[in-house]
């Protein structure tokens, strides 16, 4: 059985950092696109970050220069690491994998398995 077990995520100020852990179980997924996304309430889900396989990062504008996606593969992990948050980052986060390493990485649909989402907020 496939399973994305989050960790980390809470409470902070703005301008403080937070790290989300992502740990993988049932399968390796070094060859996968490993991506996060946030739903604030009432927008739909969006994407943050992803890394692929090769390495490559992409992060959606508003978190750029700000958010760190890593993985570690062999703990079967991936992480991001957020800097100087803002209110706007408050949301429920969520790590997925894709097996297929998509290069539309951006597109939850592409996603096959999906953390049970943890809740960032930041407070002004």
């Known amino acids: 059985q496939v399973q994305l077990v989050q960790s980390g995520g809470g409470l902070v100020q703005a301008g403080a950092s937070l790290r989300l852990s992502c740990a993988a179980s049932g399968r390796t997924f070094s060859s996968s696109t490993m991506g996060w996304f946030r739903q604030a309430p009432g927008k739909e889900r969006e994407f943050v970050a992803a890394?692929?396989?090769?390495?490559?990062?992409y992060y959606t504008n508003s978190v750029k220069g700000r958010f760190t996606i890593s993985r570690d593969s062999a703990k079967n992990t991936v992480y991001l690491q957020m800097n100087k948050m803002q209110p706007e980052d408050t949301a429920v986060y969520y790590c997925?994998?894709?097996?297929?390493?998509?290069?539309?990485?951006?597109?939850?649909?592409?996603?096959?398995?999906w953390g049970q989402g943890t809740q960032v907020t930041v407070s002004s």
């Open positions: 997925a994998a894709d097996p297929r390493g998509s290069t539309d990485y951006y597109l939850p649909r592409r996603y096959d398995y």
């Open positions: 890394i692929r396989w090769t390495g490559n990062t």
